[in-house]
């Protein structure tokens, strides 16, 4: 299996600290750790090291920071052959702080300038394709390219490039806050209608979508059998958040590339990030499968493993007859796409599924729904 990620790579400077800084005061940092980071990178390194063909398509300076960021994508398997380099921008950079007794993390992207891909010729066949809003040019021109094949959308900025993805996206993976914000809706995790009320309005919009919304620690809200249902992550001490939101994409990613069901994508993908945020830095945060597999054999034993995953034809409207018109990276006013009309949401009553359930009122998801 192959797989063709887009998106962001930048040069990460992790550092621990007890609290975060005061003006005007002095600190020695002693825990530090350098590597490359950002979606693509991560997403790329957990790939190949699972065993996917995998190939990033970014673009990285032809400095210091983009030879090392070259040198680990390659000793972890990654293929790099649409890594692009330029020479007339920096590679980005980014310092994160991350403190010392719960693993939050505060991140500053040091991107005085940023270069996006010019070459859209992929000549290898990807079974998967995943990229977010960072190289919205590229990646939408990919989904054309390939419209048969399976593409993730990761949803994370409300910005008019990633709700344009959002419309040919086959999965959607959405954090609580781009769902919070596109919806207009807050929300309280721990309140199950507000969740429920989150997931049907963002399935209005985006009806002909697998649709998972990922909810930090509290784990990811999905659909199966027409009903709204919630994972809850994994229960681990945390050292260093940071990653730990790309390792959840990758781990899923991987889960549907191997056949598991909608639910145990998740459970996986919460084990990989659970144990990510256990370990400190970018590259060193990305656990073996091994070592998931036999923490989802520990929790679950025989339960759902390898559960086969239905696969159902894309219908042809679900991506874009062509590339939309592009100027400055930015969507078009005038996209000339197809669409159809939305499916009809039926309300249904939620039964209960492995004791996550939410127990409120359910929707029948779109007909070609993979879940």
Not at 81 to 108: Q, R, S
Request: glycine letters at 6%; charged letters at 20%.
């Amino acid at each position: 299996m192959r797989a063709l990620c887009f998106g962001l790579v930048s040069y990460n400077m992790t550092c621990k600290v007890d609290s975060f800084p005061e003006e005007g005061k002095t600190y020695l940092i002693q825990d530090k750790v350098e590597s490359g980071g950002g979606f693509a990178y991560d997403c790329s390194i957990l790939l190949a090291s699972w065993g996917l063909e995998t190939y990033i398509a970014s673009v990285v300076g032809g400095d210091d920071y983009g030879n090392k960021i070259r040198k680990e994508l390659a000793q972890s398997g990654v293929r790099l052959e649409y890594l692009e380099t330029t020479f007339d921008k920096p590679t980005p950079t980014a310092f994160i702080l991350v403190d010392k007794v719960n693993g939050n993390n505060t991140k500053f992207d040091i991107m005085p300038e940023r270069a996006y891909i010019k070459k859209e010729s992929w000549q290898v066949e990807p079974d998967y394709i995943l990229g977010d809003s960072n190289e919205y040019h590229a990646f939408l021109t990919a989904i054309n390219k390939y419209p048969n094949k399976d593409n993730f959308v990761f949803a994370k900025k409300d910005d008019l490039e990633t709700k344009e993805l959002c419309k040919y996206g086959k999965y959607i993976l959405a954090t609580l806050e781009f769902a919070s914000s596109v919806t207009k809706l807050q929300v309280d995790v721990n309140n199950a209608q507000s969740l429920v009320n989150l997931y049907n309005k963002l399935l209005d919009k985006y009806p002909r979508s697998n649709i998972v919304i990922t909810l930090g620690a509290s784990g990811a809200l999905y659909t199966k059998d027409k009903k709204i249902n919630m994972i809850k992550g994994i229960d681990i001490a945390a050292s260093d958040k940071s990653g730990s939101s790309n390792v959840f994409r990758g781990a899923f990613v991987y889960g549907v590339s191997v056949g598991y069901d909608i639910e145990k994508c998740i459970q996986i993908a919460n084990i990989a990030a659970g144990l990510s945020v256990s370990k400190f830095g970018s590259k060193s945060s990305i656990p073996a499968l091994n070592e998931v597999l036999a923490y989802y054999t520990k929790k679950f034993g025989n339960q759902n493993h390898a559960t086969p995953h239905i696969q159902t034809e894309q219908t042809p409207e679900q991506v874009p007859a062509q590339t939309p018109p592009v100027v400055n990276n930015t969507p078009s006013e005038n996209i000339n796409v197809q669409q159809n009309n939305q499916a009809t949401v039926v309300q249904k009553p939620v039964q209960p599924v492995m004791g996550n359930n939410l127990n409120n009122p359910g929707i029948n998801p779109p007909a070609n729904n993979n879940q």
